[in-house]
């Protein structure tokens, strides 16, 4: 049996990566979050429950350390933003323990969370919307309008808006406040996620595009595969040029000429990584056997599948909630 750890176990990828795990058969699933109501610490055994601080508090990384060497965890799969560039920065300490963490290289995440460094990065690989720091020479001419104005930093779709004409852009460049702001030119079609996984040595294994069809709060609630070789490709070729090693959700539009040119990267899981699994494509456990260094499959392929959401209760007894921290 193998010891993992999965944290975030709140959120909707963290539970998605439980459920396939504890799937297999052959792992001791541990779960943590920073708050004891997530619902995910309620589906593994009350043995391994724990509680971690926030992923930004400075406390984060050595506690999260402490309980991979008190529980003997040998795999740690981390699936929130703030986590992962934190714990990927003592992937040294973490397998100096005997835990791998299951998520991508420092570099990686990175060149992820900089959106300026990613548009570079995949420049010369795929189809890349033009990308301008505001507040660089000439960052305010040149531009087809509409416009996206967007932090260089961030996930989701947070700070984004639309800007429609040279006035409102120049406003915005006069009004900025030392945030690092992007121009970047507006893809009209149609918007992708691409949930993409490669193995260590970078070989993708596979790429399953997918459309939102209908979002409530922010969050797919319905959704279906697409097969689509010209966006399998695209995201093939921007998981190589960020040098890729698990899986990330990359996020694709097509142009005015339906090409897909590159949004963004998030390199982690979904929240929406079920309907990956459920098209024949297990991302969380072929991570699993990756990392450990097993064989993996060569050819995969999925189906065409359509998901709806719906909420869903845990009933359990009060004395297996987590004490407050």
Partial sequence: MTRVLVTGAGGPAGIAVIRSLAARGDVEMYAADMDR?????????????????????????????????????????????????????????????????????????????????????????????????????GCTTGWSYP?????????????????????????????????????????PGEEYSVDTMADLSGRVLAAVPRARLRVDSGVSVAGITIHDDELIAAATAVARAIGLTSVANIQLKRAAD????????????????????????????????????????????FREIANVRYLEDRFLPLDEILPQP
């Fill in 37 to 137: 109501w997530a619902s995910g610490l309620y589906l593994v055994d009350a043995g391994r429950r724990r509680l971690v601080p926030a992923g930004r508090a400075p406390e984060f990384v050595e506690e999260t350390l402490a309980i991979c060497a008190a529980d003997g965890i040998e795999v740690l799969f981390p699936t929130v933003d703030v986590e992962l560039p934190r714990l990927a920065a003592v992937r040294d300490r973490l397998e100096e323990a005997g835990t791998i963490l299951a998520s991508p290289a420092l570099e990686t995440l990175e060149t992820c969370l900089d959106k300026l460094a990613l548009a570079g990065a995949c420049e010369g690989h795929v189809r890349v919307p033009r990308t301008e720091l505001l507040g660089t020479p």
């Fill in 147 to 187: 416009v996206i104005v967007k932090p260089r930093r961030g996930a989701g779709s947070r700070g984004v808006r639309l800007v429609r004409d040279q006035p409102e852009l120049e406003a915005i460049q006069a009004g900025d406040a030392g945030e690092d702001l992007l121009v970047q030119e507006h893809l």
């Fill in 258 to 301: 339906g090409v897909p040119g590159l949004l963004e990267v998030n390199p982690r899981f979904p929240g929406t990584m079920p309907l990956t699994i459920a098209s024949g494509i297990d991302m969380p456990s072929l991570t699993l056997d990756a990392v450990l260094g097993r064989p993996t499959p060569e050819g995969l392929d």
